[in-house]
């Protein structure tokens, strides 16, 4: 791609528990994962997990798309703040330069910091928590008053492009947003992280009753929604992700991972991999660094015994595919451990305006590969001669047992029936290693071997 400003290799080290103890190990890097994604997606082992850039998108102003970035939405909350408390134009100022720091300009912690944009949030934070601004003494709850006050005006242009497409790619939508453009624009329905994790203590995942098996009707916000409802909180301020890492890793990680799942295929759990798009600095949010050491932990877990590693996808123009990945977290150790272990950058354009058309590609080969399959399964031709299992509309509401899921339990609870032993060779991140011989191999081939 002529004028990419994509780095040289992506640093990637072996994926064992003592990694660091080795030399890393550099690949060149590849920009066109497409294929990759796209049989993720027609697998159904993916689920969307969409940002700010993509509000920016739907949002039906210039106005309208300032605010629902992160920088836009704490510039506007510190202007209400310092209106509502008289503060000095000073302070505002200082929370300016905060929000003006450019992540490319800056290294280490300073960049992590830019991107999340920690130290403005909590100078309104602590301006919100002690100043007099009236109304509940709970601070939650003035926040959630100012929130509200300032995106209930948001509104979706629902001609754009971008949110049909994202519907079209008929995967689970997640959202770290609080604003409900998606919905306004698509006609889905909004459920919160409180909804989600009560489904979960409540019906299995392969349950037609579990959201996610309905999940073409909803958009899951992990961060919660602006709606003035004590009952609908978000998170916004340092303290609140600290409470909520708990929460947010219950929600996510029984869709990443399946547990129940590797009773069924002989120790083996179905996995999901991640699809960030217009997610910026969201990456580097406590939630998901945490999100991201448990899955690394699990991906050595895999490699221990064999099964390839669990790799999860950030859409990126190339300008952003310079620093966006490019960050570490810590392991339960205390490790340090590069994004790049985990996460692959794939360059959708030179753009931001040419991520629809990247999607729209997608969605195209997802209905080729669908009209193909419907083909091939009924050669008369007659929707009525396709086997149940095959129809798209059941491989979207069985997403806990869905396409690459070999074996389902019985309803007697007695050993598990093989459901398509085909799939399970359509997934390669499920696919075991090849085994090098040992030396019980050679007495099985010759008894003469001697120890």
């Known amino acids: 791609m002529s004028g990419s400003t994509y780095p040289p290799f992506i640093p990637r080290s072996p994926l064992t528990a003592y990694a660091l103890n080795s030399p890393p190990q550099h690949s060149p890097p590849d920009s066109d994962h497409t294929q990759e994604l796209f049989q993720i997606l027609s697998d159904r082992r993916g689920c969307l997990i969409v940002g700010a850039g993509v509000s920016v998108s739907l949002a039906d102003s210039e106005e309208n798309k300032r605010l629902v970035t992160w920088k836009g939405f704490l510039d506007c909350l510190a202007k209400t703040v310092m209106d509502m408390l008289s503060l000095p134009q000073s302070w505002y100022e200082k929370v300016q330069v905060m929000l003006e720091s450019d992540p490319k300009d800056l290294e280490g912690v300073d960049k992590q910091y830019a991107l999340r944009l920690d130290k403005a949030a909590e100078m309104i934070e602590h301006h919100v928590n002690t100043g007099h601004l009236g109304g509940s003494s709970d601070p ?31 995967t689970p939508i997640f ?3 609080y604003d409900v453009l998606l919905e306004d624009a698509t006609g889905r329905f909004t459920l919160s992280i409180e909804d989600l994790l009560r489904a979960q203590r409540t019906y299995r995942l392969s349950s037609d009753q579990h959201p996610l098996a309905q999940h073409l009707q909803y958009v899951f916000h992990l961060h919660g929604i602006f709606y003035d409802d004590p009952e609908r909180k978000f998170v916004l301020t340092a303290p609140e992700y600290a409470a909520t890492i708990d929460d947010f890793i219950m929600a996510l990680r029984p869709v990443l991972v399946d547990v129940g799942s590797k009773y069924k295929t002989g120790g083996m759990a179905f996995h999901r991999s991640m699809i960030f798009i217009g997610t910026g600095g969201t990456l580097q949010d406590i939630h998901f660094t945490s999100l991201f050491a448990s899955l690394y932990e699990h991906n050595v877990f895999l490699e221990t015994n064999g099964f390839e590693r669990v790799l999860h996808y950030v859409l990126l123009n190339s300008a952003e595919a310079t620093y966006l990945t490019d960050f570490t977290f810590e392991d339960s150790l205390g490790r340090p451990i590069h994004a790049h272990e985990i996460l692959v950058p794939v360059i ?24 193909s399959s419907l083909n091939r399964a009924s050669p008369t031709g007659s929707p009525d001669n396709v086997p149940e299992h095959q129809k798209p509309e059941v491989k979207d509401r069985i997403f806990g ?3 690459g899921t070999v074996e389902s339990d019985t309803e007697d609870g007695g050993r598990p029936v093989r459901r398509r032993g085909s799939a399970l060779d359509r997934i390669r991140n499920h696919a075991r290693k090849p085994r090098p011989p040992t030396i019980e191999d050679a007495l099985v081939l010759d008894p003469a071997v001697s120890l």
Not at 348 to 371: A, T, W
């Open 401 to 403: 047992t869905g396409r």
């Open 140 to 170: 939650f709850m003035r926040y959630h008053h100012l929130v509200f006050k300032i995106l209930h005006k948001l509104r979706a242009d629902r001609e754009a492009p971008l949110a049909h497409i994202l519907h079209a790619l008929r």
């Open 175 to 177: 959202t770290t947003n």
């Open 348 to 371: 959708y354009g030179e753009k931001y305006e040419d991520l629809p058309p990247y999607l729209d590609v997608l969605v195209k080969m997802l209905e080729d590969e669908e009209r």
